[in-house]
């Protein structure tokens, strides 16, 4: 879409042809590394980046260029993989699909690790908490009876009962957004019980009692608050917060 | 901005026990059911109390023992001290569930507050249901005006 001629007024005002307007922006990035002491600290970098660049580019230039041992996940760098969760001015986004002309470029760049889950080096947390309850929700399918002979048969209403919740990338935007899972970490999260949804209201699957047993927990849905937190936070826009409600639902209905 | 505050980075933890029960359920149910009953029973009570007749000048000792001489009143009373009781207590056990970070903090806490909450409930079911306004043996000048005996 930028390939389209501006008007002569903006153009006159524009580099050369071709050429993608560049700034200088400054990130402000919690760093941690044990080997060097048991406390976090600050870095600041300033760096010249083109109009066009994501914090991933920018956290690139820095590693590439300034510091090598700036430490961050990233996998496929296009907003599919869920590698790169962090928190970019308190916020928890992906760094691969945030511009850093949305991030007010003006004032320093916060770029923090994702909160709740323990950090192992700068913005490289340890996931580990987060996939064990992801495997407690059971996320595969489940089939009662004999193997079946021919495939499932779906309507399209039916697939999109959960199609919502089909889309996580298990990036932890969300659980790491939630303050209930801050406080101790006992909670399943909402990343958990988003996809024990997507199960959970699949007319092929077989388990949706046990995983709703699974997650009437004292830690399960009921701890959500509905503070919209991760339905702020996710980067695939999957209302999670809607989706925890739905599975609360789901219990009352069968509960009584 | 969070930017000051630094916390340090925690040690990983794993889930400590699988706790399954209904309890959360029918706590969440019961918030939702005496939250709005509470409120048909709060408004009706300060309806009662403070607008009908002669209004919010006619309530004192002797307002509180007719309402009480009535088992209609008593048990409206009853209802709303168990029902704000449950409801409050059990708000204040969710608060400290998702505040307090450490299981000790947790344990004392929530001792408080079921100490609290039996105390109120024990002491006002009391009240409601052995208030007497004219004790046949107390000093006649400590005894309301009505009681004529």
Known sequence: ?256 | MATTALAAPRSPYARQKITRSNFELYSWMFMRVSGVILIALIFAHLFVNLMVGEGVKAIDFGFVAGKWASPFWQIWDLLMLWLAMIHGTNGVRTIINDYAERDGTRLVLKLLLYVAFTIVVVLGTLVIFTFDPCPADAPAELLASFCTA
């Open chain 1, 1 to 256: 879409m930028t390939a389209t001629l501006d008007t002569t007024a903006e153009a006159e005002n524009k580099p050369a042809a071709g050429e993608i307007p560049s700034f200088d922006v400054t990130l402000k990035i919690q760093r941690f590394s044990p080997e060097v002491g048991p406390d976090p600290w600050w870095d600041e970098f300033t760096i010249t980046v083109h109009g066009t660049d994501r914090v991933l580019d920018a956290l690139h230039k820095i590693k590439w260029e300034d510091d090598g041992t700036l430490s961050f996940r990233r996998s496929c760098a296009h907003g599919v993989c869920g590698s790169d969760a962090m928190r970019i001015n308190g916020r928890n986004r992906l760094a691969c699909k945030t511009l850093l002309k949305d991030v007010n470029p003006d004032k320093p760049i916060i770029v923090e690790p994702i909160k709740g889950l323990p950090v192992l080096k700068d913005l490289i947390v340890d996931m580990e908490p987060f996939f064990a309850s992801y495997r407690e929700i059971m996320p595969f399918f489940i089939n009662k009876g004999n193997e079946p002979s021919k495939e499932h048969l779906q309507s399209s209403e039916e697939r999109e009962r959960f199609d919502d919740t089909t889309k996580c990338i298990l990036c932890a935007a969300c659980t790491s957004s939630c303050p209930v899972f801050w406080t101790d970490g006992q909670y399943f999260g909402p990343a958990a019980i988003v996809n024990a949804h997507r199960f959970i209201f699949d007319s092929r699957d077989d388990g949706a009692t046990q995983r709703l047993e699974i997650l009437n927990d004292k830690e399960g849905v009921w701890r959500c608050r509905t503070t919209f937190n991760c339905t702020e936070a996710c980067p695939r826009g999957i209302e999670v917060t809607k989706a925890i409600q739905e599975v609360k639902r789901a219990m009352i209905t069968r509960a009584f």
